[in-house]
């Protein structure tokens, strides 16, 4: 799998198409549709919920990234959207398994040392 840079999704919210994409050097997230930027932000802080407007219709955007990756889309009705990048999402299961894995082999070798 090669590396990418910048990860993307496109979702349907609102009867509108919307792109999401993640700058992995910048960690600029950005919510856009139809060319036309909705949400841009740098993601420094670890957690963040901001308000965003889709189609004239307000819904709360919220981004973890402190352990595991989560980005989900919510309005008055509930959860819209899970999570807005999948891909982003599984890579940040698979290091954390992969970093307790080797941790714990490291301590087993100490034990057995």
């Known amino acids: 799998m090669a590396f990418e840079r910048i990860q993307k999704q496109t979702h349907t919210i609102a009867d509108k198409t919307v792109l999401v994409s993640y700058d992995r050097f ?14 841009s932000s740098l993601v420094l802080i670890p957690i963040k919920k901001p308000t965003i407007l889709i189609n004239n219709q307000q819904f709360t955007l919220s981004i973890f990234w ?16 899970k999570e807005l990048l999948q891909r982003r999402r599984k ?10 894995l080797i941790s714990s082999v490291k301590i087993g070798i100490g034990l057995v040392a």
Do not use: C, M, P
């Open 66 to 81: 402190l352990i595991l990756w989560k980005s989900q889309l919510v309005n008055d009705d509930g959860v819209v959207i």
């Open 91 to 100: 890579k940040s299961i698979g290091l954390l398994i992969y970093f307790a």
């Open 26 to 39: 910048t960690t600029r997230f950005e919510i856009k549709s139809e060319e036309e930027v909705i949400y």
